[in-house]
């Protein structure tokens, strides 16, 4: 009994200690790597010492006396806080996630190796002026310094891998990556293709955006030949989505002159709608060499230079022109598959080996094959009818990475647009405005010249349909000083028509867009906190276009019974904002939706339906046309003997839309409030693992959230995942030119990408209620705001 007693007691001894040193590991592993801002340290090969001062949200500002010592510092400070995210983005790019996460991500990683990304960065990289690749070496000195002396972050010790040196390339990486996002094709004409199997091509046709509804364009002096997409039309990237690495698209952007402005100076406005997780895409910092260069704003972790911000000069930020940027081809191939029929000939494939290595020890071999466009993707697109070759404008020839570093020292409108015109395979509508006044608007494009509608399938046997080259830098359309005294755009159509090139089918309708220059005219002259109520802003142009459109069918109804009755009366009184205590935007979300689906859904197969709710883009286009045809074949329901009228669809819809609310917000309607049911989680690629989740504090949320994907403030969610928002501003900036420290700024997220730290998701509450924080720029006022102060320190033994 002794030696029982015994045994148990040293059982329950070690268990203890286990316990003890389980905490400890934990303890260690969550705080190990959070760095001490204010100590200081030896960095090697600085030639003076660098100061990088912290604000109370631990933004960088780091002071130097030249560009290797700022970069060098830059790449070190951004180890301190995300070096976790930087190693995910660039093996995102490389191809390599499968490495770290398993083979669930090969898919993924033979997409994007077929992408060829790093291929292009290298001959980017090879033909960049000497200051440009210094900087890059630089920063990749700064961050590799890091990594040698420093704990990592506990990602990599969940993982259980170590991170590879940083290299120059791996910055332009990133521009890569962001172009792959924000492409407009590779999803929905796909899709278009499959709905052909279902749908026939005049059915199709009143999807593709009718642009002569679209009434507003961002360069109203500019035009767009229309093209009848009838006459001739014909996922890996979800494992992205899923780790919260794929951002997606959108983006408002305004700037008024002094004559609008209360300071009598431009203000310039920014928020780029992308994905919302942790940690976020945006990096804040300000940058500055004594006498040479002083700009601030956001970059992307991994690469050194502003994306988005201003300087002691000029301001500028950015939205997605929304190019259709990517085309798809019908190849011809031999029965080995090894070459493909082209202009009346034989030709070679190219056929590159691959192996992915996976987190499980495996090693999958496969191979990927290139005509002279660029890849065949059937597997990405399991596709098995025909082989299909992409087109991409991202393989095409650009420079952004010299845009973004002469961007940062532009002096005025020339400076800034020689550096906009190598910004050419991230194409963005660029807003500006400087300390002289002025203000403008450049579309920084890499518009294909193609024959077609650009959005069919095109046969790859020949020439004929291939690229003739991009649209000239100087052909594309811009303003400077409109005499309206402000410019804007939103993702919306480029030009009206009349300019000779095909842009795009796939532009966001006009209403963020028509819900801003509307506040824009409100008042004669806007200050900062004007705009900061505009980037705020959650009322919708189409619930006021569609609201009325729905009452006037439902009131033909007399005998509702009295929930339907208490929700048509919420409809009724509705101001048509989006706030989370209102009950009558909840019904018109759900009852949108409703529309949408049950114009589809008897059309489709259960797999199209549901491939159909992710391209909300044709949806919202089709109602656009159904309501200007009212005989549209995609009225009636055909599982039925009657013959259906817009007014029974939506009658059908809310009486759905009743049903789905009282299941489950129950039958008071006056407990419908938005926020209720359209929520915000921050979400950390990790914290899918619930024990991670716990112990590390990956995620936070939910919170309730205002707003749409229709609303200046977008708290964008996907019909495939309803109501929980995925997307928004990923950063809001208020910059005022005729005081920079007047300028304002916050992100969704946090400097941190550390979940221990204090400023992982800091600003996060603030950014829920549209709240902001100072964005000092002259010394004087970074050095009031600062909380802490780290010196790096040259290698005095040298």
């Not at 291929?119 to 090879?126: D, G, R, V, W």
């Not at 006044?437 to 890499?446: E, K, R, S, V, W």
């Not at 209720?676 to 995620?699: D, E, Q, R, S, Y």
């Not at 005729?738 to 941190?752: H, K, L, M, V």
Request: charged residues 25%; proline residues 5%.
């Amino acid at each position: 009994m002794k030696v029982i007693k015994r045994v148990l007691l040293s059982l329950l001894i070690l268990i203890v200690l286990a316990l003890i040193a389980g905490v400890f590991f934990v303890q260690y592993l969550k705080k190990a790597a959070v760095p001490d801002y204010n100590k200081s340290f030896v960095l090697y090969g600085l030639q003076s010492e660098v100061e990088i001062l912290r604000d109370a949200h631990g933004i960088p500002h780091i002071y130097a006396k030249s560009d290797s010592d700022l970069y060098r510092a830059v790449g070190f400070a951004m180890a301190q806080d995300r070096l976790w995210q930087m190693d995910l983005l660039r093996r995102v790019t490389q191809g390599r996630l499968s490495e770290i996460l398993g083979k669930d991500q090969a898919e993924t990683d033979l997409l994007m190796r077929a992408l060829r990304i790093q291929e292009k960065s290298a001959k980017i990289l090879k033909n960049s002026d000497p200051e440009i690749v210094s900087a890059l070496q630089s920063f990749a000195d700064g961050v590799n310094q890091y990594m040698a002396q420093f704990p990592l972050p506990p990602e990599f010790k969940v993982l259980g891998y170590q991170p590879e040196w940083w290299e120059p390339v791996h910055s332009i990486n990133l521009i890569g990556y962001m172009s792959w996002d924000l492409s407009m094709g590779w999803g929905t004409e796909y899709f278009l293709h499959q709905l052909r199997a279902e749908v026939p091509d005049s059915m199709i046709a009143e999807m593709i955006p009718d642009l002569a509804q679209h009434k507003t364009s961002v360069f109203e002096a500019f035009g767009n030949n229309r093209i009848d997409a009838a006459s001739t039309l014909l996922s890996a990237t979800q494992k992205l989505k899923d780790l919260g690495i794929e951002v997606f698209n959108g983006s408002n952007n305004w700037a008024v002159a002094g004559k609008k402005s209360k300071t009598g100076m431009p203000l310039l406005a920014n928020d780029m709608h992308l994905g919302l997780f942790a940690p976020g895409i945006w990096y804040q910092m300000h940058q500055v060499v004594d006498g040479k260069l002083d700009v601030s704003g956001v970059v992307v972790p991994g690469q050194p230079f502003v994306i988005a911000g201003h300087n002691d000069r000029i301001a500028w930020g950015m939205t997605n022109v929304m190019l259709d940027d990517l085309d798809f081809y019908q190849e011809k191939l031999n029965e080995d598959s090894t070459k493909y029929w082209f202009d009346g000939a034989w030709k070679d494939l190219i056929i590159q080996p691959e192996t992915i290595k996976t987190k499980e020890g495996d090693s999958i071999q496969t191979e990927l094959k290139f005509t002279h466009r660029g890849p065949i993707v059937n597997r990405m697109k399991k596709e098995k009818e025909m082989p299909l070759s992409i087109r991409w404008l991202g393989n095409e020839m650009s420079n952004e990475i010299r845009t973004v570093y002469l961007v940062n020292r532009a002096k005025n409108w020339d400076d800034f647009r020689a550096a906009m015109s190598t910004f050419i395979s991230v194409s963005q509508n660029v807003v500006y405005a400087d300390v002289d006044g002025n203000i403008g608007l450049q579309c920084t494009a890499g518009i294909p010249v193609r024959e077609g509608s650009g959005i069919e399938i095109y046969p790859g046997d020949s020439s004929k349909y291939d690229w003739k080259g991009l649209v000239p830098f100087d052909e594309l359309p811009f303003e400077y000083n409109p005499e309206r005294g402000y410019v804007s755009s939103a993702n919306n159509k480029t030009v009206p028509e009349g300019f000779p090139h095909y842009i795009s089918h796939w532009f966001a309708t006009p209403s963020r867009i028509d819900r801003i220059r509307e506040m824009l005219e409100e008042k004669e002259k806007l200050g900062v906190e004007d705009f900061k109520a505009m980037q705020g802003d959650v009322k919708s142009k189409t619930a006021e276009r569609m609201t009325p459109v729905f009452l006037t069918s439902l009131q033909k109804e007399t005998t509702w019974p009295a929930a339907e009755k208490a929700a048509l009366d919420k409809l009724l009184l509705w101001n048509f904002e989006l706030t989370r205590e209102s009950q009558a935007a909840t019904v018109f979300e759900v009852l949108y939706r409703k529309v949408l689906e049950n114009l589809v859904k008897d059309e489709l197969s259960s797999e199209l339906f549901e491939k159909i709710k992710g391209e909300r883009m044709l949806l919202e286009n089709l109602l656009m046309n159904v309501l200007a045809d009212r005989n549209s074949a995609w009225i009636d329901n055909k599982n039925t003997a009657e013959k259906e009228t817009l007014d029974d669809c939506i009658q059908q819809s809310f009486v759905e839309t009743v049903q789905e609310l009282s299941g489950e917000l129950g039958a008071n309607v006056d407990e419908w409030q938005w926020g209720k049911l359209h929520t915000f989680t921050m979400n950390h690629p990790l914290g899918v693992v619930n024990a991670l989740n716990k112990v590390l504090k990956l995620n936070r949320g939910p919170y309730p959230v205002p707003g749409s994907f229709h609303t200046v403030c977008p708290y964008t969610y996907s019909y495939r995942n309803l109501y929980k928002a995925n997307n928004g501003a990923s950063e809001r900036h208020i910059f005022d030119a005729g005081n920079w420290d007047r300028s304002e700024t916050i992100i969704p997220t946090g400097t941190s990408g550390i979940p221990a730290s204090g400023f992982y998701l800091d600003q996060t509450e603030m950014y829920l209620q549209n709240q902001y924080h100072a964005d000092p720029f002259s010394r004087a006022e970074v050095e009031k705001a600062t909380k802490f102060k780290m010196t790096l320190n040259p290698d005095e033994s040298l």
